[in-house]
């Protein structure tokens, strides 16, 4: 099994989107300071039952955002990708055809998550049933997420994770036959985030969507500034803590400049003792 991280093109956000203050998208719309530009990555998994993509990354077409109708959309996010950087493109770089994707797994239906579906026609979506819920339609717009923008043929797989223990975490589903590859319930940045753990011998490879920006702040515990619920994503972010503490694990969040590397270094989020 192999897993590439694949960057598909950079964002910049409000740096009180990053460490919430308490007063949500008030605070995001008051702050001038942007972050600097941080990459967008996505993931490919080269599993025996066929190539798993995490999250699909940017799209060329998010560079019109401005024209958007969400005005968080239009004034508070910022983004850089070309062409050849998104999903499609990369991914036959790497020898893998559309159809050689089974299935794409979205942690969420942000708009720098679930820009490069067009490159998948040919495979399973799986889509949290919650947030596919929150994301439909002209109320998905309002809450900033842009379900016009989804290609004509979207027609997801809808998932509930089970009441299913998997280490920290109360909720789960496998996604392989073979058990390797579990979803997670990791709620806070959406309500119904999921995250994906990838069981790689002793190390679990968490595939951590927006759950934090980095991973200094989910150490600490620090909730981002767009978290519906701060109590929940603080109970998320402990139990990622409490997972990375029991097993080997390298967590690895979609907007960390470290996460490729990490990657590729196989560098654990918190150190054995």
């Known amino acids: ?159 509930e994770l089970l009441a299913q223990q998997f280490g920290s975490f109360t909720r789960s589903r496998p996604l392989t036959m073979a058990g390797d590859i579990v979803a997670v319930a990791t709620p806070g940045h959406t309500p119904n985030h999921m995250s994906v753990v990838v069981q790689d011998g002793d190390t679990a490879i968490f595939l951590a969507g927006d759950t934090s920006y980095n991973q200094a702040l989910m150490l600490s515990g620090t909730v981002d500034g767009v978290s519906a619920g701060a109590d929940i994503a603080k109970a998320t972010l402990d139990a990622i803590k409490a997972f990375a503490q029991s097993r080997p694990t390298i967590y690895l969040p979609t907007h960390d400049p470290e996460s490729g590397l990490r990657l590729v270094n196989r560098q654990l989020a918190v150190s054995a003792s």
């Not at 109708?69 to 910022?78: I, S």
């Not at 950087?85 to 055809?97: C, F, K, S, V």
């Not at 979205?106 to 679930?114: A, F, G, I, K, P």
């Open 1 to 159: 099994m192999r897993i590439h991280a694949i960057q598909t093109g950079t964002v910049k956000i409000k740096t009180a989107q990053v460490k919430g203050r308490g007063h949500g998208l008030i605070d995001i719309f008051l702050d001038p300071n942007w972050t600097d530009w941080v990459p967008t990555f996505a993931w490919a998994i080269e599993h025996p039952e066929g190539v798993i993509v995490v999250d699909s990354g940017q799209g060329t077409h998010l560079l019109a955002h401005s024209r958007e109708l969400n005005p968080y959309v239009r004034w508070e996010v910022g983004f850089q990708i070309e062409r050849e950087q998104e999903m499609g493109p990369q991914l036959r770089a790497l020898g893998i055809g559309p159809r050689d994707v089974k299935k794409v797994v979205l942690t969420h239906l942000h708009m720098d998550h679930d820009g490069g579906l067009a490159h998948f026609p040919d495979s399973e979506i799986i889509v949290p049933a919650g947030e596919l819920a929150q994301a439909r339609g002209l109320l998905g717009r309002v809450r900033g997420y842009l379900p016009h923008r989804w290609p004509a043929w979207f027609d997801p797989t809808p998932i």
